[in-house]
């Protein structure tokens, strides 16, 4: 294959992964190849040239959410904690909006196809990594070096999940916007309630 003919397939690969992506926010984890071709403006032929199977597709397109969201997130960088929280709840409630209904079904759903399963272990392992590094670089923040009291380890790991977007969303008319302001001023109630001798033997 040459540079131009790999290029080329590369393209249609990356679009067609990314009508995928569109599909599975709009119709779910059941969203079928017509749908995913329709949306891409292709036939299932051309899905199928470059994907062996339908949830060949659909994991590549799960995958694909992992660098959209990480690229979201703020760093702290020095900045004011209470500043970085702010913007981290903004960003993980925005992505909930989005991505939340497929992470939620791929991770509820029973009997799951192998490499569908697959991705969705990939994905639990991936946010209680990421959870557990935000507990700790926001203890850090705090100047503390102990063990994080379990209070507000749950409080914080609870607030970004897409549950409480929801809750927010459907039940209380409310955006990402509000759900990262009700999240941020609950930890920052949690933190100024923590006494430092009881944090510490948390």
């Keep these: 294959m040459t540079g131009l003919a790999e290029m080329k397939r590369s393209a ?3 679009h067609i992964t990314q009508a995928a992506l569109r599909g599975l926010t709009e119709h779910g984890l059941d969203v079928t190849v017509d749908e995913i071709a329709t949306i891409a403006g292709v036939s299932r032929r051309t899905v199928f040239r470059h994907f062996t199977t ?3 597709l ?4 799960i995958r694909a959410t992992r ?3 990480d690229e979201s997130l703020p760093l702290r960088d020095g900045a004011d904690w209470r500043e970085w929280l702010s913007e981290l709840y903004l960003a993980v409630h925005r992505a909930n909006v989005r991505f939340g209904r497929l992470v939620w079904e791929l991770l509820a759903r029973p009997n ?3 490499p569908l399963a697959t991705v969705a272990a990939e994905i639990t392992r991936y946010r209680a990594a990421r959870n557990e590094a935000i507990v700790r670089d926001l203890w850090q923040a705090l100047g503390r070096d102990d063990a994080v009291p379990p209070v ?3 409080g914080v790991i609870a607030h970004f999940s897409p549950h409480f977007t929801i809750a927010v969303h459907r039940d209380a008319g409310g955006d990402a916007a509000m759900a990262a302001s009700l999240a941020t ?3 920052l ?3 100024d309630s923590l006494e430092p001798d009881e944090s510490r033997s948390g």
């Design 152 to 154: 507000l380890r749950a």
């Design 189 to 191: 109630a949690l933190v």
């Design 185 to 187: 001023a609950s930890v």
């Design 12 to 14: 249609t690969v990356e």
């Design 58 to 61: 659909v994991v590549a397109a």
């Design 112 to 114: 799951l196809s192998e």
């Design 67 to 69: 660098p959209l969201f």
């Design 54 to 56: 339908r949830d060949e």
